[in-house]
């Protein structure tokens, strides 16, 4: 254990929290962070290492014994290890009642009670939150927020980074408007059919802009290829009228309306993220059998429950319809004397990629993350296949590929310091860093914040 | 305001429970074993091992590494610090635990998964009914608790009512009840708070009533022993009328075994420290502990009082924006001694080791860590004697992990419980 160093690394993170709390985007300025390890992304770490950021972003990733930038402060954080960030694919915790989701929205051009397929997430958070100032100390460092995703068409997920105390507004904290759309599929009939009615409507307004798309291409085509005609009264002296009953070349197909906006419909083209809930074996025969139906299938991330290996494998033959899963890391011991082998591993195994959302949907289900992570590696998944469920698959999901997740070149320089191997589930989180600005550290001499608390 | 509840016991029960605590032959309803089992030793097995090679971890005795260990007819014969790679003990069956650390099994403190049924809510204080009535050995929940490395556990009452009954210290492996049973009674359970809210209407909605309620109970019991004291100290003529209902109390206030206390919340834990300790004088052991209750720590290290802190091993402190280990806030504040439990089943009983690596995530030393599921917990029953460290003449409880329990990755391999191996994923699936 690392306590002998304990005091030494905490002093070091106290001196550094004194330059990065005050450096804001607008104070470019060069840190290096050196580590006993730098986790740059799943598979791919330097020991020991430098990170260097330049503001809010990752400048570069070197070995210990390449040169830092001329310029850079150099801390030495220690026999510490740093990681990205985890990135959570879902998170609904919010502050007080929040029910959006319900009812319909003035916007929306759907309407009917869940269904608000046009609710932003952003549209509500509020200033005065502090949930996103504790999501900060759990070593998340963004999440796809949704205020609450009980209803069928639950809205759109915002992707919101933890409060730093750098924010105007509330938009601040926006690291994207839309992210997805998510919806859940219940067994229940009404909600089987509302979700069956929306999928199909979708299917066949987007069916319906190709077929005319395509007419209309077909068309442009054919009047490219053909000299002009003669327009049928136009006919010279002497020539005979062409018959009357002969029809006039037929007018060319209108151009096709645009739809009006609608994120469902976006998802059937290709356009949007459609991350469906599914919580039950059950429903998920029905859904497939409901998309099999469709004139056009959306490819969808599914968010699934437990479930056993056969199930499991009937998902991992869609993949015509399925990008990837999200689940809870947890060890399935249905069974009292054999540990099953998790979901997780299967589908990872079966070549999906597997996102996990925290246990559970709260700000302690979040900071006992690394716990179930380690769970996952006992049970037989590998260690990057683990750690990339928390940081690359949740930044694709997110569309942040590359900007999350990872600290590769460019990337946000939001990541966590752990005393330890974060899959060992007892490493204590040391800090945590949003886009360069320390939002929590961990004070050894009285287990609370050391300084200010950030507002 | 409704009358209370009147707590009274049917003759036949009165009777029947007396002819069952009556020892055969015995005509003294005085008599210890009126009371409970004293501490038993366990049934001689005529198994000798040797452990070999591994790591063996003691908790008390310090590390040895490629150590060996001898146990005999279901006690810890011999630790060797240094064997040397040729020690081949003659007559004993030799397991090769290199690469392997090998640790005592794990306590428990707070534990509902010895058997059934854990709460009877009719009356909200319940000082006459006791868990060994209830217990199930070898059953799927112990099974599983083995296979994180828990031998002994306290199995109590639910927190269903302030007073639910009496608990009993017992090992995770075993067939028969003799086999398992450590210690009847293990302690008293009472809870102060949340879970035995009377909402029916009675008594003991509030916090005033339910401390009340079990002042009144315990106030009872102890006017109780004191008849029976001075009857036996030759100062009264006549014995005292024998009453299930009270007799464990006797034991309670001899400081024969503790009050294990379902108790968080500064408000509680002051109660606690309040009324069981300095009030009426008993072996108080608090259990859980969480939330702010460890801003008493000071007091609570000032009266011995040991804390078992868990299920939570952390909240968020508002004020000062940051998580707080719980574990690591009673340390600080002095309980030097701190304990971790899983509440099992709430947290499943085999995932005591994680309870202590999420202390250890937010800031208990992994030393004191070890000590809270091993030697602390026993010591806060009193059967430090018994569990708890790998030490010459203890129980022979003994399990093998392929490393550190806490890096969670890890896992059992063999778990021994009195001399005697009941999990071993050698030749059995793995349970976790």
Same mark, same amino acid.
């Given at each position: ?72 402060? /150099? ?84 992707? @919101? ?46 069916? !319906?802009?190709?077929?005319? !798309? ?31 009953? !002969? ?123 690394? @716990? ?81 608390? /950030?507002? | ?432």
């Amino acid at each position: 254990m690392l306590s002998f160093l304990r005091y030494r690394e905490l002093s070091l993170l106290l001196v550094l929290s004194l330059f990065t709390s005050s450096a804001g985007a607008e104070d470019r300025q060069l840190c290096a962070f050196r580590a006993a390890k730098i986790v740059v992304a799943p598979g791919k770490s330097v020991e020991p290492g430098f990170l260097i950021i330049d503001g809010s972003r990752v400048d570069a990733v070197i070995a210990a014994s390449e040169a830092v930038p001329a310029g850079a402060k /150099v801390t030495d954080l220690g026999d510490v290890v740093i990681t990205p960030g985890f990135v959570s694919p879902i998170t609904t915790v919010s502050e007080g009642t929040f029910r959006g989701g319900r009812g319909a929205l003035p916007s929306s051009p759907a309407g009917g009670p869940g269904d608000s397929r046009s609710l932003i997430a952003l549209s509500r958070v509020r200033a005065e939150d502090t949930v996103h100032r504790r999501l900060g100390r759990t070593g998340y460092t963004a999440f796809g927020w949704l205020p609450d995703a009980s209803g069928f068409i639950a809205g759109q997920a915002s992707v @919101l980074r933890p409060r730093t105390g750098k924010e105007k507004t509330p938009s601040d904290l926006s690291v994207k408007e839309s992210a997805y759309l998510f919806a859940s599929f219940e067994m229940g009939k009404r909600w089987r059919e509302a979700v069956e009615g929306e999928l199909r409507k979708a299917a066949d307004i987007v069916v !319906k802009e190709e077929e005319a !798309k395509k007419k209309e291409e077909e068309a442009r085509k054919a009047a490219a290829e053909k000299p002009a005609e003669k327009k049928a009264d136009e006919a010279k002296p002497g020539e005979k009228k062409p018959d009357e009953k !002969k029809p006039a070349n037929p007018p060319a197909a209108p151009a096709a309306k645009p739809a009006p906006p609608d994120a469902l419909s976006d998802a059937f083209r290709g356009q949007r993220r459609l991350i469906l809930r599914v919580r039950s074996q059950a429903a998920i025969d029905h859904l497939l059998r409901i998309l099999d139906g469709l004139p056009k299938k959306p490819r969808m991330v599914l968010v699934l429950p437990s479930l056993p290996p056969e199930t499991v494998q009937k998902l991992l033959e869609r993949r015509d319809i399925i990008e990837g899963v999200i689940l809870a890391p947890g060890l399935d011991t249905a069974s009292e004397t054999s540990v099953l082998v998790p979901a997780a591993r299967l589908f990872a195994e079966g070549g999906f990629d597997v996102a996990f959302t925290p246990l559970a949907d709260s700000i302690a289900g979040h900071a006992s993350i690394p @716990l179930h992570l380690a769970e996952m590696v006992k049970a037989g998944m590998s260690p990057g296949t683990v750690l990339a469920a928390v940081t690359t698959v949740p930044a694709r999901y997110l569309g942040l590929e590359g900007k999350v997740g990872s600290l590769e070149k460019g990337a946000s320089a939001s990541f966590a310091v752990h005393d330890g191997d974060v899959l060992g589930g007892s490493a204590r989180l040391l800090a945590v860093y949003v886009e360069g600005i320390q939002v929590f550290s961990d004070d050894a001499a009285t287990s609370r914040v050391a300084g200010e608390a /950030v507002k | 305001m409704r009358p209370a509840r009147r707590e009274g016991v049917p003759i036949t029960i009165l009777l029947l429970s007396a002819a069952l605590l009556l020892p055969a032959g015995s005509g003294n309803a005085a008599d210890p074993g009126a009371r409970g089992e004293a501490n038993r030793a366990p049934a001689a097995l005529p198994q000798k091992l040797a452990l070999l090679h591994g790591k063996v971890v003691t908790v008390t005795k310090g590390i040895h590494i490629g150590g060996a260990v001898l146990l005999s007819e279901g006690r810890i014969e011999k630790v060797i610090p240094d064997p040397g790679p040729d020690f081949r003990p003659e007559g004993y069956e030799v397991i090769d635990a290199t690469g392997l650390w090998v640790l005592p099994g794990f306590v428990d403190l707070h534990s509902h998964i010895g058997g059934s049924d854990i709460n009877d809510m009719v009356y909200p204080v319940n000082p006459g009914l006791r868990v060994l009535d209830n217990i199930i050995p070898d059953n799927p929940l112990l099974r599983k608790a083995q296979a994180g490395g828990v031998t002994t556990i306290l199995f109590i009452p639910g927190s269903g009512t302030n007073m639910s009954g009496f608990g009993a210290l017992m090992k995770t492996g075993g067939k028969t009840l003799e086999e398992v049973l450590i210690r009847f009674p293990g302690a008293l359970k009472i809870a102060q708070g949340g879970n035995p809210e009377r909402r029916g209407g009675d008594l003991g909605l509030g916090r005033m009533g339910m401390n009340w309620l079990i002042r009144n109970a315990l106030l009872e019991g102890k006017k109780y022993t004191e008849a029976w004291d001075a009857y036996e100290a030759k100062k009264t003529g006549k014995p005292p009328e024998m009453n299930p209902r009270l007799e464990y109390f006797r034991g309670l206030f001899h400081r024969e075994y503790p009050v294990v206390v379902h108790t968080q919340g500064y408000q509680l834990v002051h109660a606690t420290l309040r009324i069981l300790h300095d009030e009426l004088g008993l072996w108080v052991v608090i259990d859980h502990g969480e939330f702010d209750g460890g801003e008493l720590a000071a007091e609570a290290a000032k009266r011995g009082v040991m804390v078992m802190n868990g299920p939570r091993q952390f909240r968020f402190d508002g004020e000062w924006g940051a998580f707080v280990g719980l574990a690591r806030r009673w340390y600080d504040g002095g309980v030097k001694d701190v304990g971790v439990n899983t509440d099992a089943g709430v947290i499943p009983g085999e995932e005591l080791f994680y309870q202590a690596a999420m202390a250890i995530r937010f800031g208990l030393d992994e030393e004191v860590a070890l000590r809270g599921i091993t030697i602390n917990g026993a010591k806060a029953v009193g059967i430090e004697k018994r569990v708890g460290s790998i030490e010459e003449g203890k129980d022979a409880d003994i399990v093998l992990w392929t490393g550190s329990p806490f890096d969670v990755r890890n896992h059992v391999i063999l778990t021994i419980v009195n001399g005697r191996t009941v999990y071993d994923t050698r030749r059995e699936p793995r349970r976790f």
